[in-house]
């Protein structure tokens, strides 16, 4: 089984910065991708940003230029640095793994909030 456990969100004024982590157990594939998600209040969850195992990475237009994903694949572990926050951040974030051949499965974290306010 596999389990991704995030942490790091909490209240940030506008303009202010915070970093997620998001620590994944169990059997873990060499090859995969993982990225962070979100989702606010009466919105579907949307794609924030992505990284494979090899480092190539995809952000959501919203956030290029403002938050960077980052992986250490020694502790499993995949980051998020939000710089530049803004309202519209405001969401819970939630960690997710895509992995698997020829069937791919995907596994989500619990979520972590992100509040952007003054």
């Known amino acids: 089984q596999v389990q991704l456990v995030e942490s790091g969100g909490g209240l940030v004024q506008p303009g202010g910065s915070l970093r997620l982590s998001c620590a994944a157990s169990?059997?873990?594939?060499?090859?995969?991708?993982m990225g962070w998600y979100r989702q606010a209040p009466g919105k579907q969850r949307e794609l924030v940003a992505t990284i494979t195992s090899i480092g190539s990475t995809n952000y959501a237009d919203s956030v290029k230029g403002r938050f960077t994903i980052s992986r250490d694949n020694a502790k499993k572990t995949v980051f998020l640095q939000m710089n530049s926050l803004r309202p519209e951040d405001t969401a819970v974030y939630y960690c997710k793994l895509d992995q698997g051949f020829p069937s791919l499965r995907e596994y989500w974290g619990q979520g972590t909030q992100v509040t952007v306010s003054s």
């Open positions: 169990g059997n873990i594939f060499s090859i995969n991708v």
